[in-house]
């Protein structure tokens, strides 16, 4: 009996390829036509949305999230355990089996409240590094409300789809970090006769975006206009993690401690506060008092601060971690088959600088940067095999840079 394929019915010498069955046959185009049509129908594309719930065998626990943060960041074990707990726990609520005991786990977005330099933005692009899910930070100053100079809210989903290469289900699963959100806060009190455009109207845009909604996201970004198609994101499984520096909330916190009702106790608990460091007593009320709207502060419910940083957590800073200040410009050296060294006392006036600059560990790199400049344009071009960066030699080109007012 001679073999024909069971859907166009040529036989086996006229196809290159005849699959057989159960008493039936398929050639190669009837094959692909088969695939083509799962394709269109959607079904393929659930069963892919399933394959994609994180295996949780494989997700880090937070203790080895935070063991990877302490590679690349000194101290702020406080936010790493916030951050780490966090992620895991929302990896936990993709992988949750629908309707289990009708439990829902609701997300848990994140604010980090942290003076300028303290290392947000840095634990945001570390933790990025070994995540499997879509992972994009997007910066609050360029949002405006809709129809106004500026970009859309909606353009965070945009960003997020880019990074998951315009899969919906995997941008679905993703996480944001909205750095600078303390740049949205409410500017005054008082009513006022022009809009806060940037700041509380931005905030307003974003409430239905950090609780969970459907949105109409343009997958190029950019305004919306009617004639364009539209992806539709849905954002209850994004979770959003909000940095700011908040310039200025430690009055806020300051305030509230001293306002205490008149008695013996009430003095000696504030004796107790540690006044060089007030972040630390930070509370959802105190971002409310800076100019967030308490329905946006409701929707971020854990709130964590980042300690500043003092002269010990400096100078870890810049030779500890993996991709230290130190390390980076040795390597750059190297790359030139030279070896650069610095002695302690260099150091010591490096971290003495940042220290008197009050920057942070931005600080420690543009101190380093000024001092280096001269050596990365000379040394090169010698036959230098060695370089050491002593105390006097960083001196002399710190004043040097400081009488050209760089």
Do not use: W
Not at 20 to 44: F, K, M, P, T, W
Not at 155 to 177: C, H, K, N, W
């Amino acid at each position: 009996m001679k073999k024909r394929c069971s859907f166009c019915g040529r036989g086996e010498s006229e196809v290159r390829l005849l699959i057989s069955g159960n008493d039936a046959y398929i050639c190669e185009d009837c094959a692909q036509r088969a695939y083509e049509i799962v394709e269109e129908s959607g079904l393929n594309a659930q069963d892919k949305a399933k394959n994609k719930l994180p295996n949780m065998k494989k997700v880090p626990k937070p203790r080895e999230i935070k063991e990877y943060l302490d590679q690349y960041i000194i101290g702020q074990d406080e936010a790493k355990r916030y951050l780490a707990v966090a992620v895991y726990n929302h990896y936990k609520r993709l992988s949750q089996p629908v309707d289990e005991g009708g439990v829902e786990i609701e997300k848990s977005n994140i604010i980090m409240v942290g003076s300028t330099g303290t290392g947000k933005t840095l634990l945001a692009r570390t933790i990025a590094k070994m995540l499997d899910v879509p992972f994009t930070i997007v910066d609050a100053t360029v949002f405006t409300e809709a129809g106004y100079v500026g970009e859309d809210v909606e353009s965070i989903l945009s960003r997020l789809l880019q990074v998951a290469d315009y899969d919906l289900e995997a941008t679905q699963r993703g996480i944001v970090f909205i750095d600078e959100i303390d740049k949205i806060a409410r500017k005054t009190d008082n009513p006022s006769i022009t809009r806060d455009v940037s700041g509380e109207g931005v905030q307003q845009g974003l409430l239905k975006l950090l609780e969970g909604t459907i949105v109409n996201v343009p997958p190029k970004g950019g305004r919306k206009h009617p004639d364009q198609d539209y992806i539709h994101v849905d954002t209850r499984n994004i979770l959003f993690i909000c940095g700011g520096a908040f310039d200025g909330i430690e009055r806020k916190i300051a305030q509230r401690l001293n306002t205490h009702t008149v008695g013996y106790n009430s003095v000696q608990n504030v004796r107790k506060i540690d006044k060089d460091d007030l972040m630390k007593y930070v509370q959802p009320q105190d971002l409310k008092s800076f100019g967030l709207i308490p329905e946006i502060i409701g929707r971020l419910p854990v709130l964590t601060y980042l300690n500043p940083l003092d002269r010990e957590a400096l100078r870890r800073i810049l030779i500890e971690p993996k991709n230290s200040i130190v390390k980076q410009y040795e390597k750059l050296f190297q790359m030139d088959g030279i070896t650069l060294t610095f002695t302690e006392d260099a150091l010591e006036l490096i971290v003495d600088k940042a220290v008197e600059y009050k920057l942070g560990a931005r600080g420690l790199r543009s101190i380093v940067e000024s001092i280096m400049m001269d050596a990365m344009f000379e040394v090169p071009s010698t036959k230098e095999k060695t370089f050491e960066v002593t105390r006097e030699y960083a001196q002399q080109e710190m004043d040097k840079n400081a009488s050209l007012g760089l």
